[in-house]
């Protein structure tokens, strides 16, 4: 019999997620916002891979804290490593859908601009000529 780990009280998993992706969002965002600057990246490749990036944060962390819980039950040990297997299946699958969803849709080029920023750039050499 595997001895109990004491991993301290159970944690809420949910907002686990919430924290793991708002964490990847932070450093994701701010990772992909200086290669946008440093015109290494698109602003859609970008926002693209900040959003993938925090799914499978969210992902991560909650299976993480689930399998904690788990270590810290009697017997616990199959429940964490189900946790983790689900965490892992969990990213895998934002892989899949990213390379799916990336074949079907072609993506904006740099130079391609939204209506709505068009006009934002329309507005604010209007100010500047002014």
């Not at 932070?26 to 859609?44: A, D, L």
């Not at 040990?77 to 965490?87: H, I, N, R």
């Amino acid at each position: 019999m595997i001895p109990k780990i004491n991993t301290g009280t159970p944690r809420n998993v949910l907002g686990h997620i919430v924290s793991g992706a708002l964490a990847s969002a932070i450093v994701s965002g701010t990772i992909n916002y200086k290669k946008t600057m440093q015109k290494q990246m698109s602003p859609n490749e970008a926002i693209k891979d900040t959003v993938k990036k925090t799914t499978q944060g969210g992902i991560a962390t909650g299976s993480a804290i689930a399998a904690a819980n788990f270590l810290g039950q009697p017997n616990g040990l199959m429940k964490a490593l189900t946790a983790v297997s689900v965490g892992m299946a969990g990213i895998y699958a934002v892989e899949i859908l990213d390379e799916k969803l990336g074949n079907a849709y072609s993506e904006l080029s740099q130079d391609d601009e939204l209506p709505q920023m068009q006009e934002v750039n329309e507005l604010e050499g209007e100010e500047i000529n002014e």
